[in-house]
């Protein structure tokens, strides 16, 4: 059984880290709540964008541009997104599995070779230069400061390489940011831009609260009451628009801004989704610091108390003996 003096020193050095997990669990809960303003901000833009392109391919279905047809595919980029550091539970590990999977199967279908990875966030990096990958660059800094901008060169140069037909598809990786406590796995196709999937998919989020539990979710869902709207609200424009010159030509130019908008999505999404694997993991280390205290305490009482009872007995014992 350990001395005293030994699970004194115990409880102190829990004590010492419960701080700490405690404190980035906090700082945690403060970058989600500034990278969910960020997604919030973006809403309006991708709901006026996609219901443009939905009112498009309803008036006109057989609209199609270089950028969403299919074609045989013989070279693959997969672009990654992970976080610069760790300590934010399978965050990472999840993605570089799903990296894996995703580069053996291409390889088996097309041969060695024929995948590139597109990093972002030097976890993913370090990880693809490791395993011998063929690595086209670093945006490690895009992470911990979002760019549209950026994204947009990344888009543009990926597009080029399409148009140019250097690769014949753009996959994307990243975690899809539903709530602090649920951040699901994506591999989305980027380019050829399949219009019919990217408008169907799932855009709920819930970005008013980074509780992670799900029995608080659930209440919240049952209890949160309905927007009202606002007297004097800007009403949505109506489907009827003037297309000049012709369709394509305008599907042309938005078609493009589509891949910058899922591209920056992505970011944020993946930016998100760390910060709320991180926070339920800090949350999780704390409780368990608090039942490990719990635990060191009792020890610590007992071992104690029979330290005293074992004092007792020797004076017992000694007073007899005289």
């Known amino acids: ?12 050095s829990v004590n010492s880290t419960r701080k700490i997990t405690s404190a980035m669990k906090m700082v945690a ?30 008036a006109e279905a057989e609209a199609q541009t270089v950028f969403d047809q299919e074609r045989p595919v013989k070279r693959v980029a997969l672009v990654v997104f992970s976080s610069n550091s760790s300590l934010c ?12 999977r995703t580069v053996e199967a291409y390889e088996q279908e097309l041969g060695k070779g024929s995948v590139e990875v597109w990093p972002i966030g030097r976890k993913v990096t370090e990880k693809a230069r490791k395993l011998g990958y063929d690595v086209k660059c670093d945006y490690a800094s895009l992470i911990d400061h979002p760019n549209v901008q ?4 990344i888009a543009m140069e990926l597009g080029g390489k399409f ?67 606002k007297e004097g609200e800007v009403a949505p424009l109506n489907d009827n628009f003037i297309v000049e010159p012709d369709m394509n030509t305008v599907l042309e130019k938005l078609i493009p801004k589509m891949a910058h908008l899922m591209l920056y999505t992505a970011l944020l999404d993946s930016v998100a989704s760390e910060h709320a694997a991180r926070m339920v993991a800090m949350q999780t280390a704390t409780d368990n610091a608090d039942e490990l205290l719990r635990q060191l305490n ?19 014992g000694g007073s007899v003996n005289n």
């Open 29 to 58: 809960s403060s970058k989600l709540h500034h990278a969910q303003v960020a997604i919030q901000n973006m809403l309006p833009y991708e709901t006026m964008l996609e219901h443009i392109l939905k009112s498009f391919l309803a």
């Open 163 to 229: 148009y140019d037909g250097e690769i014949d598809r753009v996959e994307i990786l990243y975690h899809h940011f539903k709530s602090a406590g649920s951040q699901i796995l994506t591999n989305k196709q980027f380019l050829p831009i399949d219009l019919e999937t990217e408008l169907e998919r799932d855009h709920e989020r819930d970005l008013t609260s980074n509780i992670a539990t799900k029995k608080a979710q659930d209440y919240l869902k049952k209890n949160r009451r309905k927007k009202v709207v």
């Open 89 to 100: 539970g399978g965050f990472n590990s999840n993605v570089i599995k799903l990296l894996q």
């Open 298 to 316: 009792l020890q610590y009482n007992k071992s104690r108390q029979q330290a005293i009872t074992n004092e007792l007995l020797d004076i017992v």
């Open 150 to 153: 950026t994204c947009i060169d």
């Open 1 to 12: 059984m350990p001395s005293l003096k030994e699970i004194k020193g115990r409880i102190a």
